[in-house]
C-alpha cells in the first residue's frame, strides 16, 4: 500500500474580466495568489506466487489505482455562466477515479 498526498499547485485564477471593443478581457490580481485543491489517493496491490520452482517462477499481481476514488483535480477551467454572463463559474475536470491492475509475471 501507498499513500500519496501533494499540497496543491500554486495557481493563477482569474479575479475579473471586462469588454473593451466586444471583446472580453480577463483582469489577473496576483500571480500564484491560489492554491488548487489538495491531491492525495491510496494505492493498494496484492501478489499471489503460482507456482516456484527450480527452472521457473510465476505470479499473480492485482492492485488498484486510487482505492478510495477521490476525484483530483486535473484540470480547473473557468466558463461563464449562460444565465448571468456577469458570472464566471470555476469547474473541476478529473481524469480517472480509480484503475484497477492486474498483471502476470513469469520467470524462468
Known sequence: ?????????AVTYPSGK???DGREIVY????????????HRLDLSATCILKKTAKYHSELSFGLYNAYGRENAYMIDFRTNDDDPEK???YQYSL??????ISW????
Request: charged share 15%; no cysteine.
Open 1 to 9: 500500500a501507498a499513500w500519496v498526498y501533494y499540497t496543491g499547485n
Open 96 to 101: 480517472f477515479r480509480f484503475i484497477p491492475s
Open 105 to 108: 509475471n513469469f520467470k524462468f
Open 88 to 90: 464566471t463559474s470555476a
Open 18 to 20: 471586462y469588454h473593451v
Open 28 to 39: 489577473y490580481n496576483e500571480r500564484n495568489g491560489y492554491r488548487a485543491p489538495a491531491y
